[in-house]
């Protein structure tokens, strides 16, 4: 790149960056991508850092929203639609290891990659612990933040649809009676209709009425997927046998 200290990187796009400072940026999106329609969170009190973070992201097809502090991110009215967030430590009035370790009690589950300038490894070690997807340091290179990004992405996107897919059990749930409850709770710890029936004090030939409509109000096809549902569900199974 001769003398102007740029280096360019590629992954699946040519991204020139210096002094992590985008210079020239081509990439294409398509709907197939992970990280396609994805917005990202920047939250950085430097506005030129900020400036830099947000070019080389939309380099790379993602909607940007930048914030000078959590303070702002958290008053943001759509940030549930926010899929992850690059995160500063040294921030005013509230570090980024401190809102990243009190995270869980503000209900934010957006994948966080935290990044410094004046990182060490006990700094390090705390943001991993606290469930960064990736620390990295200023200035931040390109492939680095794409690569931890498409991850944070990832995983976000695997979070959204086990959050639906469980919203979608709650309502299915919701729909049994509690005596189909009982059965469920039963037929789910292996017991069979006869066991079901002595347990619960009615006739197999009943239990296997609620255990067939049980079955077709969860959609499961099998005892194995009951036991999963519960889990989900967070169901307690009484001990088998």
Do not use: W
């Not at 005013?92 to 589950?109: C, I, K, N, W, Y």
């Not at 469980?166 to 069979?192: C, D, I, N, P, Q």
């Amino acid at each position: 790149m001769g003398s102007s200290g740029a280096s360019c990187v590629n992954l699946g796009a040519r991204v020139c960056v210096s002094s992590c400072r985008v210079v020239r940026c081509r990439f294409a999106v398509t709907d197939r991508s992970p990280t396609s329609a994805a917005i990202v969170a920047v939250i950085d009190d430097d506005k030129g850092i900020r400036e830099a973070l947000d070019g080389m992201l939309r380099s790379a097809g993602l909607s940007v929203v930048c914030f000078a502090s959590t303070h702002e991110y958290l008053a943001h009215p759509d940030r549930a639609q926010i899929h992850c967030i690059v995160l500063d430590v040294h921030l005013p009035e509230r570090s980024g290891l401190d809102f990243l370790d009190s995270v869980a009690q503000m209900d934010v589950t957006t994948p966080i990659i935290v990044i410094s300038g004046f990182a060490d490894i006990p700094m390090s070690v705390r943001a991993m612990k606290a469930g960064a997807v990736e620390f990295l340091t200023k200035p931040v290179r390109a492939m680095d933040l794409l690569a931890a990004v498409e991850v944070a992405i990832t995983r976000d996107r695997a979070l959204r649809s086990l959050r639906s897919m469980v919203s979608e059990l709650k309502a299915s749930y919701e729909t049994l009676t509690v005596r189909e409850r009982e059965v469920f709770v039963h037929v789910a710890t292996g017991m069979m209709n006869k066991q079901v029936a002595a347990a619960i004090g009615i006739s197999e030939a009943t239990v296997k009425l609620h255990r067939g409509t049980l079955m077709r109000k969860m959609r499961a096809n099998s005892v194995a997927d009951l036991v999963r549902m519960a889990d989900r569900l967070g169901v307690d199974l009484p001990p088998s046998g």
